[in-house]
């Protein structure tokens, strides 16, 4: 069915070769690759790489041949041409990487969960208020996945009505070979503060709601008793301040027989209409992932959103660094994610011992 929408067109480069200078600091997340190529594809240079690991730093430099080795992140630091300090560092990590690149003047962009506990996050609130610098957050699963993009463009086109519900499912693979931090709550901040981090921000985003609180959450470590320390199960109900409401529930149950590391959807129910996001993959069809339904009082329609909108908050968030405005996300928004993610954490009933 021919639908009546008409999308943003796709973001370009916003800089010039080396007019935005950038570093990575601490490696231990694979999702540094993928701030990285948002950046670069648009229009950033990669210049230092530092990492404890010296073969994963080696390894940046063969995909990224701009960046050199630094010696210290004390180097990096001291670079003026450094603009920005990106870490997908340990979770527990990031918020310090991060402090530490504002007060010598950079702006920080880090991986979820940007902090894991409340004394990290009102001291990055407090840096960036004092300093003017940003600490901005890779929330991937919304600002790197064309779907979610989509969706958004759609919700602005008044698509589906008032938003008044997002339902969020994040289901994971454990695999194998994970490193010691990954099953240490104290490194990880746990399942909810992790990867249900996406979820609150996207309730946040597509309501268009700026607060809210968990009403109930829940942990459990339901069938990997040899590593005490992993959650492989979490839920969440939110209560925003706009009168809509969002649930999130992650896992690390994802089947090996899937073929890819997890079925994430998004549900959004607005007043006229409704959207499924099959992020990821699209079961037993031949679609794949970045698959969009909508079904309001026009009809019902599926969008292949691969191609469709590309990721144009890697070039916002580098025009606001150099214009210090705030079009990719405020922080006030990145910052609010985080703090619900503290909440459902902090207050979930752990259902089993």
Known sequence: MTHPYTFDPLPQPV????????????LDHGHIYGMTDGL????????WVFDSDPDRAADFVKRYPTARVAGSEQEVLDDPDVRLVASAAIASER?????????????????????TTFAQLEAVRETT?????????????????EAAILAGQLIERDAIGKVLQVVCFGPHRVGSGRPDWFYDPAQYGGILCDIGSHNFEQMLFYTGAADGRVSVSTIANYAHPETPGLQDFGDAH????????????VDWFTPEGLGVFGD?????LGTDGYLELRKYIDITTDNGGGQVLLVNDDGQ??????????????????????????????QAHALKAAELSLQAQGNAVALTP
């Open 15 to 26: 800089v010039e070769s080396g007019q935005f200078v950038f570093a990575a600091v601490g």
């Open 40 to 47: 670069i594809g648009a229009g950033a240079t990669v210049k």
């Open 95 to 115: 918020a310090p990487i991060g402090l530490r690149a504002m007060e010598a003047g950079k702006d920080a962009f880090v991986d979820k969960a940007p902090v």
């Open 129 to 145: 208020a004092r300093t003017g610098r940003k600490y901005a957050v890779y929330y991937g699963e919304r600002l790197h996945n």
């Open 238 to 249: 939110v209560i925003l301040d706009n009168g809509s409401t969002g649930y999130v529930r």
């Open 264 to 268: 994430g959807r998004t549900l959004i």
């Open 301 to 330: 329609y599926r969008f292949d959103a691969n191609g469709m909108t590309g990721f144009p908050f890697f070039g916002q968030l580098i025009r606001d660094c150099l214009e210090r405005t705030e079009t990719a996300m405020t």
